[in-house]
């Protein structure tokens, strides 16, 4: 590329001094009194329209030299970033013209987004799909601060979100007032706790080293979000003549697999186990992960409940005993747990009560097994940890990259006599899981024809319509009662998710259109059944999905509360003895009620409802779902029971 001549004056600095002139010429009395009274008359135009769509004549000073902010965006491509998600800011400047401009607005693609929050919480589901982050870019201060649930929503959930922090550190560079405000001595600060790593580099080179470092530190488990803070100087000043920048070689690390002696006693416990059961949260990083655990699990035939951190087992396996996981739990003599967010919760039955207790569901005597990689980074602040689990044999490793050597040894270990014993086995787990399916068909059908529409209903409808398609739930299930992993056949490791990880409110909406955008180029439906509450937080994500025509599916759970809270208050108030009929007031999204149907027309999207009649919901269901096969985004609004 033809290389510009050389200015001597930086960008900021020149615009200090543009800012200074504009004002002494507003502002200088001789000025005024110079001017001969005249009649009033219209204002003319600022400028012509020539003006105003040619190119300054300053530019040559503006745009004299290569800038930092170029060299940032060959790093940022060199990493294969598709996407980058932010709202915009002054203190990324730099790199936001050199990213549409310089890099043609190409790997990585701007995604214009109305919050902070939800283009985290974007990144977040987007990497849960595609198995790698999105870049987000965040403006100083007031940015990361909006932009911290949702970097914490991911690190509980070990989701790799990559997130580049504007700022301007050198403060005689600041121009007076916002920048100020904005920015800040140690801008990764405020999130440090609950991200892996973070820099601030001083030059280019190092720049485009941490960058590097800060890729291979996120996508290396446990995987986690990852800050560079990019100095405004360095974004914006020319790349100086004698500059060796270069662009670091990425090699990611290989995950850490399980030591051999440990792998070996896991599989010696597991094959004489009478009753083995598998426990799976946070598992299946990728594809991969879902086939081994489900070799490992016929190897043994033994019984497995999926957590649902991510989707780590098919649903309608035989082997699949997560219905009735406090059943299996208790049959257990030998539990192993693979990358378990809470193992100790999973054996404990609790009692919110004025004297909190939990008790042990499991046998005496009964052997736990843990393969986790949270063991490998653990911070004290922040509580995601949970309880203490007092396991038997503890394997700090990817559990995903350990299965393939643990089913080995299982394999080994099996004679005739314990092949026997796990046919049989499998065998009862079968008619168990069967036995699961059918009460939960039961159950499905109660409230069937009532209005508000049953979770269950809704569920079964959609399901419906998708179970031909090649569909991804990209929406958490907690809040309908779990009905779609009870009700639908799920084995794809793309079919499901997980949740927010931290609990975080607001996660939702934008993580469902951030997997609709990883699934976009693989013609996947995408569908998200959306608490009303959760898409309040941040409704703006409707118009993200609107302008970038990302094809998705919100069906509403418009239960016109928060209802976690409503029953939240009901405790209190059942442990007060003073009723339940005031447990509405602060905790319920009535007076008025919002048309969510209006609201996604406002953002420019298809919007139908509220749907109060369940025979109605079919019909809406398909209607919506021929726009999102159109490559559009639809919004079906569905007046529903609470759970």
């Given amino acids: ?99 549409i401009n310089y890099g043609g607005n190409n790997s990585p693609e701007f995604i214009t987004c109305c919050h902070e929050e939800s283009s985290i919480a974007m990144a977040h589901g987007y990497a849960k799909i595609e198995g790698k982050p999105l ?15 949702a970097v914490y929503n991911a690190y509980c959930d070990r989701v790799p979100v990559y997130l580049i ?86 090699t990611l690390a290989t995950p850490p697999q399980g030591d051999a002696g440990a792998v070996a006693e896991a599989a010696r416990l597991l094959v004489a186990a009478e009753n083995p059961v598998i426990l799976a949260d946070r598992m299946a990083r990728t594809p991969a992960g879902l086939a081994r655990l489900v070799e490992l699990a016929e190897t043994l035939q033994a019984a497995v409940v999926d957590q649902a951190g991510r989707m780590n087992f098919p649903s309608r396996h035989p082997l699949n005993q997560s219905e009735r996981a406090r059943a299996a739990i208790m049959e257990a003599d030998v539990i192993l747990g693979l990358e378990m967010a809470d193992f100790y919760g999973a054996l404990h039955l609790y009692k919110d009560q004025m004297e909190r207790t939990s008790t042990s569901i499991t046998q005496p005597g009964a052997k736990l097994i843990a393969i986790n990689s949270n063991n490998l980074f653990i911070k004290g602040n922040y509580q995601d940890f949970q309880r203490f689990p007092e396991v038997d044999l503890d394997i700090a490793a990817d559990a995903e990259e350990t299965l393939p050597s643990l089913t080995e040894a299982v394999k080994r270990l099996l004679n005739d006599d314990r092949k026997r014993a796990a046919q ?4 009862r787990l079968a008619k168990a899981h069967q036995h699961a399916l059918e009460g939960a068909r039961d159950a499905a059908a109660f409230a069937w024809n009532a209005s508000p529409i049953s979770t269950a209903r809704l569920c079964a409808e959609l399901w419906a319509q998708i179970q031909n398609e090649d569909w991804s739930l990209v929406g958490a299930t907690t809040f309908v009662s779990k009905w779609p992993q009870r009700l639908w056949n799920f084995d794809k490791h793309y079919q499901y998710i997980g949740n927010a990880g931290g609990y975080g409110i607001g996660y939702n909406a934008p993580a469902a259109t951030g997997a609709a955008l990883a699934n976009r180029k693989h013609g996947r439906l995408t569908v998200n059944i959306q608490c009303d509450g959760d898409l309040m937080y941040a409704p703006g994500i409707l118009w993200t999905a609107a302008h970038h025509k990302i094809p998705l599916l919100h069906i509403m759970h418009n239960n016109r509360a928060y209802h976690q809270e409503v029953m939240q208050v009901q405790i209190m108030a059942d442990r007060h003895s003073r009723g339940v009929q005031n447990c509405g007031t602060g ?19 298809y919007g139908d409802g509220p749907v109060t009649d369940p025979k109605d919901l079919g019909p809406a269901i398909r209607r919506a779902l021929d726009v999102v096969k159109r490559g559009e985004p639809a919004l079906l609004d569905v007046a529903t029971q609470p759970r």
């Fill in 1 to 99: 590329m033809v290389r510009p001549k050389k200015s001597s004056v930086d960008r900021r600095s020149f615009l200090k001094g543009a800012a200074a002139g504009a004002a002494a010429l507003a502002t200088g009395p001789a000025a005024i009194e110079a001017q001969p009274a005249e009649p009033r008359r219209a204002v003319p135009p600022a400028m012509s329209a020539e003006a105003e769509t040619a190119t300054p004549s300053l530019a040559d000073v503006m745009t004299a030299e290569r800038t930092g902010s170029d060299y940032m965006v060959d790093v940022i491509k060199s990493l294969g970033f598709e996407y980058v998600c932010a709202n915009p800011g002054s203190s990324f400047r730099a790199i936001h013209e050199s990213i």
């Fill in 135 to 149: 870049l987000v870019l965040a403006h100083g201060t007031v940015g990361v601060q909006h932009a911290a649930m």
């Fill in 165 to 250: 922090l504007g700022n301007i550190v050198d403060a005689t560079k600041r121009v007076p007032g916002v920048e100020w405000a904005h920015s800040v001595q140690d801008a990764a600060a405020i999130i440090r706790d609950f991200t892996k790593w973070d820099d601030l580099p001083a030059s280019l080179t190092h720049f485009g080293e941490s960058a590097v470092r800060a890729y291979k530190i996120a996508m290396t488990p446990p995987t986690l979000p990852v800050v560079i803070v990019a100095d405004g100087e360095l974004q914006e000043n020319p790349i100086p003549a004698d500059d060796k920048t270069h662009i670091p070689k990425l």
């Fill in 424 to 427: 049989d086995r499998g065998a």
């Fill in 587 to 605: 905790t319920t999204i009535t007076g008025p009620d919002i048309s969510y149907a209006k609201l996604a027309e406002s953002m420019g999207m």
